[in-house]
């Protein structure tokens, strides 16, 4: 399969998701993701490509890039920053670079995540895999799990902080959680059983960095948390895009943070801890305006390079130009609108296998096809 097929059958996973929508669960907040890939589309591929260039021609390969992008998830998005032009097929969703440049951008997304995932790279059999087997039993060994049934009240407990770290995550990354959430497996450890990864980290964007984009964060004890739970009998489902589905019978559990094993009062106090941050987080952005997200959409993205930009010994924080997008509002809703109006007159009376496969096509033409040169693009 050569790239441009590669790149049509991750569109036509991607396509799924604009056709049959994502069970209530594509970022909508704070808001549309269309618009928030519209802001995507005037600063992110061109950052992300020229960093991309620079580590290759300092002689840091693909794999190593891959490694340092945790995780996945995140990545997939990349994928729908061309979405917006279904809303204004004028716009260059690549803006910055060329024809060829957009078109190594997404062959380098998929690169990346091939490198990524050790099974479907677009999760197409609804398993996110990571790990090798003999880094399961690794991270297993020596690990204090809790006995689901013997520890009722830690049980119930494990599934709230699992819902607030996940609200959080949403919060922190301005509606796309997966810049600080992976859930990954399941992984088959013994008969009948299957482990569950739940991976939180940057919780506390900008600490390394010196410029905290949320002061309540200060406040979360862990930069990163992991879930490890072992399921009897389960049915794990987990899509491109990190959406789980889990049936089954919780067996035990582990929850690691700083490279230990919390104690079940350790997980009590973590709860009260993590249910207070994420309520001064809700006081914080109970008045906020789209122009203030635009500008923590911006900070996080761009801090999301930091760990390129250090290797490159180049300053990471965003240029002053890109703060004029929060001026942009109207122009990014009004794109948001039209993609509603053209999506549906685009697969309106079609099958929906063959209103995905339109779709994917159309984002595709606009990749390979469209004339991207024009005004001194």
Not at 81 to 98: K, Q, R, S, V
Not at 102 to 116: A, P, R, V
Request: proline letters at 5%; aromatic letters at 10%; one cysteine or more.
């Amino acid at each position: 399969m050569n790239k441009k097929e590669t790149t049509l059958e991750a569109y036509k996973t991607l396509a799924k998701f604009v056709v049959y929508g994502a069970r209530g669960q594509p970022p909508l907040w704070p808001f549309s993701i269309i618009e928030t890939n519209w802001y995507y589309t005037k600063f992110l591929p061109k950052e992300i490509y020229h960093t991309i260039k620079a580590l290759e021609e300092k002689g840091i390969g693909i794999e190593k890039i891959a490694k340092l992008c945790w995780g996945p998830s995140a990545i997939t998005h990349w994928f729908y920053i061309i979405e917006p032009i279904l809303g204004d097929p004028t716009l260059n969703p690549f803006e910055g670079l060329t024809k060829e440049e957009g078109i190594e951008f997404i062959e380098k997304t998929i690169e990346i995540i091939s490198h990524q995932r050790k099974g479907d790279i677009f999760c197409r059999d609804m398993k996110n895999i990571l790990l090798s087997d003999d880094k399961v039993k690794q991270i297993l060994q020596g690990k204090e799990f809790i006995e689901a049934r013997d520890k009722p009240e830690i049980t119930k407990l494990l599934r709230n902080l699992t819902l607030t770290l996940w609200h959080y995550t949403i919060l922190i990354q301005g509606g796309h959680r997966a810049y600080s959430q992976e859930f990954h497996g399941p992984y088959p450890i013994e008969k009948n059983k299957s482990l569950l990864i739940k991976d939180f980290f940057n919780l506390i964007p900008g600490k390394d960095a010196d410029s905290i984009v949320w002061n309540f964060s200060l406040d979360m004890p862990y930069s990163k948390i992991r879930f490890m739970e072992i399921y009897d009998n389960a049915q794990i489902q987990i899509d491109i895009f990190n959406h789980t589905n889990v049936a089954g019978d919780l067996v035990k559990f582990c929850v690691v943070a700083e490279n230990s094993s919390l104690s079940g009062e350790e997980i009590k106090s973590l709860s009260k801890i993590c249910g207070d941050v994420m309520s001064e987080g809700n006081r914080t952005i109970r008045r906020f305006s789209k122009p203030d997200w635009v500008k923590k959409i911006i900070d996080l993205r761009y801090l999301w390079l930091k760990p390129f930009k250090d290797i490159l010994g180049e300053d990471w924080r965003p240029p002053e130009r890109i703060y004029s997008l929060v001026n942009k509002v109207s122009e990014a809703e009004r794109v948001a609108r039209e993609f509603e109006n053209n999506i549906i007159s685009l697969i309106r009376g079609i099958p929906p296998e063959k209103a995905v496969e339109k779709v994917a096509e159309v984002l595709i033409e606009k990749i390979y096809n469209a004339n991207m040169e024009r005004n001194g693009l």
